[in-house]
């Protein structure tokens, strides 16, 4: 079933939005965003994820946050610091680094 239209939040924009903002408006925001290279962290962070991958694919590697063996053939992510962004925990499942942002996106300050 096809979402009803709405329009652009950004002040003063009549235009419909078909996902969060309108054509133009998204186009900022992604720019604004940056690409994945530039959010994940840069050059540390995949020279890093780099050194790791042969560890993780023996199937002899923990995940930092769960300390529970990450299977050789398994989506692993590099985790980072919960507080601080640029400190690189290590390897860990996807799955565990998707619940902890999803927690981290519904704390309270």
């Known amino acids: 079933m096809a979402r009803a239209k709405r329009i652009c939040p950004r002040p003063s924009c009549p235009h419909p939005a ?3 903002y309108c054509a133009e408006h998204n186009a900022e925001y992604e720019a604004k965003r940056g690409n994945y290279y530039q959010r994940s962290g840069g050059k540390v962070f995949a020279q890093t994820r780099k050194q790791w991958e042969p560890k993780v694919r023996t199937g002899t590697v923990h995940c930092w946050r769960c300390i529970e063996l ?3 053939t398994d989506d692993w992510h590099l985790g980072h610091d ?4 640029s400190i690189i925990r290590g390897p860990e499942h ?3 680094n998707l619940k902890a942002a999803g927690q981290a996106s519904h ?3």
Do not use: K, M, T, V
């Not at 919960?82 to 962004?85: F, G, K, N, V």
């Open 70 to 72: 990450i299977p050789a």
């Open 94 to 96: 996807g799955a565990c």
């Open 18 to 20: 078909n996902g969060r």
């Open 82 to 85: 919960d507080e601080d962004r």
């Open 107 to 109: 704390r309270y300050d």
